[in-house]
């Protein structure tokens, strides 16, 4: 009786999962119900389902977290209206929500950074009440952004080789520099930001090294090396999280020193 019982209720949630997709499909006032409903059943999925629903929100994720057009009841998820007082600025606003410029320049149509008007209003995501953590599955190769417990974004990615695995644990974000210098691990040769040989696609996400050093020389990072097709979803970094430069580029724009980091089997 209690095996049917589940069966029941994972059949009504699929269906129910089903008709939020298509309703969030046709109307960006259905993307935020959406985005709460798989928040809440994403962690209740065996591995194989919830890697299938993870990349199916995706897309709907990057048009709620990553785009200027409007959604209705938005500030569940962390969107909120934030209106610009005198002498603001967006680096005062930003601080103000531990985001970035760039963030609430890819939130807001017609923003110029530079004509900021009193009483104007602004589409911000607040992760200073609520702040932001990474999760990387070493298993699925995929790296997920929580806001609490509302997922942000999915994202698909490779990992490091058999000698030298993406460490297991936890750590925070140390640093986060665009156009960095690279360091190749293996010849110690050091490339500057625009020579062709810097792999790193001009971002660098930096690991705390952790208490057993582990994470040193650790990070997230875009991947110019070889298409995206050779090395995604596979291991093959010196431990390292790599991105597609798409990707990266929209990570970059959220991940802010101090947030957390977890990386799983």
Known sequence: MVILLMA???????????????AAADDRAALTPLIMEVSTVLPTLAQDEALALADRVAPFCR???YSNLPAADSSWVGLVTHRVAPGETP??????????????ARLNADYDPRGLRIDQTLTVLDLATVPL???VSRSSYR??????SHLIGVFRCGLGRDRSPTPLGSTNVAMCVRNPEWRD?????????????NVLGGYWI??????????????????????????????GSHG????????ISWVFDLIRPGIRVTIRE
Request: overall charge neutral.
């Open 133 to 135: 953590e990474i999760i």
């Open 185 to 197: 691990p293996d010849t110690g040769k050091i490339f500057k930001p625009q020579d062709k040989g």
């Open 206 to 235: 930096g690991f705390e090294h952790g208490p057993t050093a582990q994470f040193k020389g650790i990070g997230i990072h875009g991947f110019t090396a070889e298409s995206s097709d050779v090395w995604l979803e596979k291991n």
């Open 91 to 104: 680096v005062a606003i930003a601080r103000r929500y531990r985001c970035s410029v760039e963030l609430i």
């Open 63 to 65: 048009q709620l977290f």
């Open 8 to 22: 029941t209720v994972v059949t009504v949630r699929g269906a129910s999962l089903n008709d939020s997709f298509a």
């Open 143 to 148: 790296m997920m952004l929580w806001r609490g």
């Open 240 to 247: 390292c999280v790599r991105l597609t430069q798409e990707d």
